[in-house]
């Protein structure tokens, strides 16, 4: 099922974390509405008892950087 991805990145040199918007992961099934291969023709109560209509909880993911944040790059910390 299609479900949305959060990032976030937390940069160790200045310890400050950013956030990107989140994405949204296909699966690309057949049986899932939010996916480009779910058919058109797939409507009513069919389409209500085989496919998946609402998306889970986000997947959380953080990374770490030995770097300073884009922020903190642009105002000259090195």
């Not at 299609?2 to 937390?10: A, E």
């Not at 994405?23 to 057949?30: A, R």
Request: charge should be positive; charged fraction near 25%; proline fraction near 8%.
């Amino acid at each position: 099922m299609c479900r949305r991805r959060q990032v976030r990145t937390l940069f160790k040199n200045c310890n400050h974390g950013v956030t990107v918007p989140d994405e949204i992961v296909q699966c690309y099934g057949d049986n899932c509405i939010f996916s480009p291969n779910h058919p058109s023709t797939c409507t009513g109560d069919v389409c209500k008892k085989r496919c998946w209509h609402y998306r889970p909880a986000p997947q959380q993911y953080t990374e770490e950087k030995d770097a300073f944040c884009p922020a903190c790059v642009k105002a000259g910390r090195r």
